[in-house]
């Protein structure tokens, strides 16, 4: 039953600390899961869920409504739980978000990046963002999965409040790139581009984009990988290509396609992301196992 409780925890109340949301919200998350701590969380955007059972046997599986901060699924194709997954034949856990909520859904950039400081508060070292978005190289076609190298935050909005001077330098892992390739050598790296949406990119913004030095554009990522840099996270990011960029292709933009890439891409996709969070845990040797 869900806790009468969370409706206490507002996070577009001022007086409210999102970090102790957080921590109340990795509190109710650990009960449910059984274990004091997961060692990886996982962000699932359009094309990517299939990767939750593909990572190991959930052990737990949470509404997001039943936590503290958190909000049911607002876009279609992403699912609303939390599940605590068994990594392998490991005792180690992966925290798998199956949506994720959106600049533009209007709740306040606290509730955007309330998984990340959930994922730190549940003792989460590694966060792997992963998005569906459109591609500003034409050889990247429907499908094409790409890393993240850098970003261009375009909201106009940062998830830091106060005086907290955050360095950004290498906020997207070269060393999770790198171990990204061990699995897949033609996984191609760019520059993803976060605008605030709801509504797709004109031509003329994607060229924008593209004299910046973007090569993908969407409306999600950058904003969390801020605060997961904030938590001191170290960040995969991983996007989807499901079409390509407005004024790039000769076709119009729409919701539907971004679903039909992602159905197409996501056995792919699962396999591709599985394998990166059993390399991430492989080199976890020395670390105790989550619950210790």
Request: proline share 4%; hydrophobic share 40%; net charge negative.
């Amino acid at each position: 039953m869900t806790d009468s409780r969370i409706d206490s925890f507002d996070l577009r109340d001022p007086s409210v600390d999102p970090f102790a949301v957080a921590a109340k919200a990795a509190e109710v998350i650990a009960q449910r899961a059984g274990t004091t701590r997961h060692d990886v969380a996982l962000v699932l955007g359009s094309g990517w869920g299939q990767t939750g059972d593909l990572i190991g046997r959930t052990v737990a599986t949470i509404d997001n409504a039943d936590v503290p901060g958190f909000a049911r699924a607002a876009v279609a194709g992403h699912s609303g739980v939390i599940r605590s997954v068994a990594i392998g034949e490991t005792e180690r856990r992966a925290l798998v978000y199956g949506t994720r909520t959106h600049f533009y859904e209007g709740r306040g950039i606290r509730s955007v990046v309330h998984s990340i400081r959930t994922a730190a508060a549940a003792g989460c070292r590694t966060i792997v963002l992963t998005n569906g978005c459109g591609g500003l190289n034409p050889t990247w076609m429907p499908g094409t999965p790409v890393l993240i190298r850098d970003h261009l935050n375009l909201t106009a909005a940062s998830p830091i409040e106060g005086a907290n001077f955050v360095d950004l330098t290498d906020l997207y892992s070269a060393r999770l790139r790198e171990l990204a390739r061990t699995v897949d050598p033609d996984l191609d790296e760019g520059v993803y581009v976060q605008f605030r949406g709801p509504h797709y990119e004109t031509p003329a913004e994607v060229q924008m984009a593209k004299i910046l030095g973007g090569d993908l554009v969407g409306m999600s990522t950058a904003l969390e990988a801020i605060a997961a840099r904030q938590c001191g996270l170290e960040v995969l990011g991983i996007s989807l290509v499901t079409n390509r960029a407005a004024g790039v292709g000769d076709q119009p933009l729409s919701h539907e396609e971004v679903l039909a890439a992602g159905h197409a891409a996501a056995e792919r996709c699962g396999h591709l992301l599985a394998a990166v969070v059993a390399k991430i845990e492989a080199q976890w040797g020395h670390l105790p196992p989550a619950g210790e």
